[in-house]
């Protein structure tokens, strides 16, 4: 009689087996990972309406990220340019461009061109853009540079979520701020790289800050000279 089942049927539970465990690893793996702080949501990078490209426009023609991104400096959002920014030359540049053809289209109706947006915090943890644009005072000026949390836009075709925007994330700068910060004029610079005077006036800088969460010097002590720690120094400070 022929056989009805392959030879190697056999040995299937053995290799269900094999599956399972390497299956169940798999699984504990991605678990873990998508739920470690430094995945959250890195790499994410939606399909626009318009094709914008900031490698040309950022990066070519080195437009200031203010010219678009406007309240960037005064406000808690960057936000996304109105189409009258970009019809400021558009009106007259590439006016037929069938990739442009979305943007005449919002011109004209005066709905607004439907970014998609990338970066986002949850409703439950504040963050404020202006308050890392400029830090410290007088003397001691500093800001955390556009690259330092969304990397080199200057190089993207199509941006891209560089940073986890975690929580840890947050608190690692928080509680060290000296490396990632530059003089106020280098906000907006791309590939800026800080000399040693800058950096022994960077952690002159930054012992003077006092970032929620931080475990900076002067976090350290409550308004009776009690040792704060991460818990009690500031939650409210992101959690309103
Ligand atoms: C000519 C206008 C223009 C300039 C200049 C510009 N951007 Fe943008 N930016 C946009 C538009 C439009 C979008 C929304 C579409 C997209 O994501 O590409 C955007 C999106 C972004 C986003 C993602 C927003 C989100 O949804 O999370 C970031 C971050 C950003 N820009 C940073 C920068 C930085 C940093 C610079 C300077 C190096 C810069 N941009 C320069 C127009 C501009
Ligand atoms: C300061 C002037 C300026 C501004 C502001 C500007 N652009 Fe441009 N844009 C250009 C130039 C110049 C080109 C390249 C033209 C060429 O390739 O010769 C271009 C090219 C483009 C292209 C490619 C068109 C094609 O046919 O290849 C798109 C899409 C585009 N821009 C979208 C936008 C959007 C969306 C905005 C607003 C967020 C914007 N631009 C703001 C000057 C500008
Ligand atoms: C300290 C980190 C940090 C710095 C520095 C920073 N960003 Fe952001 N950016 C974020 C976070 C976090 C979000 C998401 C914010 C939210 O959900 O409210 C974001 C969101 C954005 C957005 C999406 C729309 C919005 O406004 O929420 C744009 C555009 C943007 N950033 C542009 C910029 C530009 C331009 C600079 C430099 C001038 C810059 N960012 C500097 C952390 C930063
Ligand atoms: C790369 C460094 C860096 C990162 C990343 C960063 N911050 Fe900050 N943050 C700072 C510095 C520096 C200050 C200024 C502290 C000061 O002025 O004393 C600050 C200040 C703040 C403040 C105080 C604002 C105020 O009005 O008092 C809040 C709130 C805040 N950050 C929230 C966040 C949140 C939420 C995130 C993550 C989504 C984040 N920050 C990520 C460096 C950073
Ligand atoms: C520097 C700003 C900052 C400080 C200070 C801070 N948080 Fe958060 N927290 C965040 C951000 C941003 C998120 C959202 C993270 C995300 O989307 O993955 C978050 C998320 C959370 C969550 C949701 C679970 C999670 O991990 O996503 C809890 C719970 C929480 N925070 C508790 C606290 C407590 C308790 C403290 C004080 C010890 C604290 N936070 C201090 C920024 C902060």
Known sequence: MAQIFPKWWNQTPALALVGTLVGGGVVTFALYWWGSPWHTDVGYKPTQPIEYSHKLHAGDMQIDCRYCHAYVERGPHGGVPPTQTCMNCHA????????????????????????????????????NHSAHMGVGVGEN?????????????????????????????????????????????????????GD?????????????????????????????????????????????
Not at 92 to 111: C, H, I, Y
Not at 208 to 231: F, I, Q, V, W
């Open 92 to 127: 007259q540049v590439k006016k037929d461009s069938p990739k442009l053809e979305a943007l005449r289209e919002s011109w004209k109706t005066g709905k607004s061109v439907e970014w998609v947006r990338i970066h986002k915090t949850p409703d439950f943890a504040y963050f």
């Open 141 to 193: 000026r500093a800001a955390v540079g556009c690259e330092t949390c969304h990397g080199r836009i200057d190089t993207m075709e199509v941006v891209k979520q560089t940073q986890p925007l975690s929580m840890a994330w947050c608190l690692d700068c928080h509680s060290d701020p000296a490396p990632n910060l530059r003089p106020v004029e280098q906000l907006t610079a791309m590939g800026w790289k």
């Open 196 to 240: 040693l005077a800058w950096n022994e006036k960077a952690t002159k800088i930054a012992a003077t800050l006092n970032p929620p969460g931080s475990l900076s010097a002067a976090a350290k002590r409550g308004p009776n000279g009690e040792l704060l720690t991460y818990a009690t120094a500031g939650c409210s400070g992101c959690h309103r």
